[in-house]
């Protein structure tokens, strides 16, 4: 064990965290490094140390940070971030009421994803701006990092598990009206450029500050080349705090025509954007919507910083086998992977540590994953400086696994909410 002598206190004997430090000792991995023999301590909800043990040992405060037992093999990382997640653990954010998001929320916590954007589903308007009312609270209470709104406006033809009835071109009252209703949370929406008006959408977004992702799409290259360039040169020119000035692609391969060396399409346009640093591609990295060697391939190719591991997760996620609410629609869970009626993938299903250990047995490093969970989609919410990373002065959100990855406890701005820690 680290840290277990007379210094060492169990999490459950601390009730009142936010008044408290307390230290974790164990393998560091950040921002792509691994540092054994480190520290990460801990006071009130803020990082206060992140380094070397032997560094924090000559701190003369070193010890008012009493140890929280560990095994020798913990490996210490920052919180995960999951820019697109519809739900969990039964709970869908489009149609769930207050209480049940919130425990939703608490769920996905405990499995390590400490930050997120709640997604919602393309769906009649009253619908969709009625979710919106019910969200923009839990964003502004600091439970929500802000609201994902996946459509309405995709392509009928690409339209994956959304509903091809709430599926329809720009409409730039309703983007005013469901602004409103996000109570200025609205952080992304997925458009399909190929619809009459995108353009104008593009516009209407970043003047809203709000960052358009490329998704469910049926564009061809020429098409998607051009309205990426317009969503750089929008979010360039802008010149609004707090948010990334980088496109990114709602999640690459999934929901866009196939990939053809004559017809690059959506896909070849997005890989080419990504790997000249001109877009961030999601990716639903959780072995089932990528094939191992596509994981691999984009880790492989691409730069750090244009790779977001995603979830898309849905109420299936962490769930047992059987039938869920996905947006209103129904949707089957077998074997990890949630279908629709018609037998088409509907979400995923996976928590975002599961997304990050599917890429760690395909191949992919730990610290690339890592970085993909954490860094890069910090970056994307102009978080930066306050999570996705293990330094001083950031917000307390930290996990601790062994080195199989298996989940030992998870810290929320300090407070640990893993019950199983």
């Not at 299903?349 to 989609?377: E, M």
Request: aromatic share 4%; glycine share 10%; net charge negative.
């Amino acid at each position: 064990m680290v840290g277990n002598d007379e210094n060492s206190v169990p999490l459950s004997s601390r009730n009142d965290v936010q008044n408290q430090r307390f230290a974790l000792a164990g393998t560091l991995l950040t921002e792509g490094d691994k540092l054994p023999g480190a520290v990460v301590a801990v006071d009130g909800d803020r990082i206060e140390f992140a380094g070397p043990a032997a560094v924090f040992a000559e701190r003369d405060d070193h010890d008012s940070f009493p140890f929280v037992p560990l095994a020798d093999d913990a490996l210490i990382m920052p919180g995960m971030i999951d820019l697109h997640c519809h739900g969990g653990f039964g709970v869908d954010f489009s149609t769930a009421d207050e209480q049940q998001i919130r425990e939703a929320l608490c769920r996905h916590y405990e499995a390590g994803t400490t930050t997120l954007l709640a997604s919602l589903m393309a769906a009649a308007e009253e619908e969709m701006l009625a979710a919106a009312e019910r969200l923009g609270p839990l964003v502004a209470e600091g439970l929500v990092a802000g609201i994902h709104a996946e459509g309405p406006f995709l392509s009928k033809v690409q339209n994956g598990a959304q509903s091809s009835e709430a599926l329809r071109d720009p409409d730039p009252d309703f983007v005013e009206e469901l602004v409103a209703a996000c109570q200025g949370a609205l952080r992304t929406m997925t458009y399909a450029p190929e619809l009459p008006g995108a353009d104008a959408l593009v516009e209407q977004l970043v003047s809203h500050g709000v960052i358009p992702s490329l998704g469910h799409t049926g564009a061809t290259a020429e098409q998607t080349v051009a309205s990426l360039a317009l969503v750089l040169e929008e979010l360039e020119s802008a010149g609004f705090d707090g948010y990334t000035e980088t496109p990114t692609i709602t999640h690459v391969f999934n929901g866009m025509a196939p990939w053809h060396h004559r017809a690059p399409g959506p896909v070849g346009a997005s890989l080419e954007a990504a790997a000249l640093g001109r877009a961030v591609l999601e990716i639903i990295g959780d072995g089932h919507h990528l094939h191992p060697q596509t994981l691999r391939m984009l880790f492989a190719t691409m730069p750090a910083s244009a790779l977001a591991l995603v979830t898309d997760a849905t109420a299936a996620t962490a769930m047992p086998d059987g039938d869920y609410q996905l947006g209103g629609q129904r949707a089957r869970l077998a074997n990890a992977v949630l279908r629709t009626d018609d037998g088409r993938i509907a979400g995923g299903s996976a928590t975002l540590l599961d997304c990050v250990k599917a890429c760690v047995n395909a191949g992919v490093s730990l610290q690339r994953a890592l970085t993909a969970a954490t860094t890069v989609p910090a970056a994307i919410l102009g978080l930066e400086d306050e999570v996705g990373a293990l330094h001083a002065g950031f917000r307390a959100d930290i996990l601790v696994t062994d080195d199989n990855l298996q989940l030992l406890a998870a810290f929320r701005s300090g407070q640990p909410v893993n019950a199983a820690a």
